[in-house]
Nanobody
Framework: QVQLVESGGGLVQAGGSLRLSCAASGRTFSRYAMGWFRQAPGKEREFVAAITGSGGRLLYAESVKGRFTISRDNTKNTVYLQMNSLKPEDTAVYYC?????????????????WGQGTQVTVSS
């Protein structure tokens, strides 16, 4: 069982930055691919970014490419999402998720564990 706890959300003006963190329990963190997803009111949950267990390969949604950066520190069992040049359309609840395989995926149904989510609100 893996528990995930997100932090770092908040209210920011358009063009600003936020850094989300997701702390994971357990001793096999490096075996899990990690992903960030988001869900805006009235919309489906969508993929944002993912990273392999080793951190060597990254994957981004086109809508955030060049603005967001996913990273991980396996010594701290933590994955991060650095969000720059934020836009009002980035407003959503952001979730981190763990996949019990080192290879990433953009398919949310392939992730096994989820955090509770953290709200990100970008004002115009």
């Amino acid at each position: 069982q893996v528990q995930l706890v997100e932090s770092g959300g908040g209210l920011v003006q358009a063009g600003g930055s936020l850094r989300l963190s997701c702390a994971a329990s357990g001793r096999t963190f490096s075996r899990y691919a990690m992903g960030w997803f988001r869900q805006a009111p009235g919309k489906e949950r969508e993929f944002v970014a993912a990273i392999t267990g080793s951190g060597g390969r990254l994957l981004y949604a086109e809508s955030v490419k060049g603005r967001f950066t996913i990273s991980r520190d396996n010594t701290k069992n933590t994955v991060y999402l650095q969000m720059n040049s934020l836009k009002p359309e980035d407003t959503a609840v952001y979730y981190c998720a763990a996949r019990t395989t080192p290879m990433y995926s953009s398919d949310y149904s392939s992730y096994d564990y989820w955090g509770q989510g953290t709200q990100v609100t970008v004002s115009s």
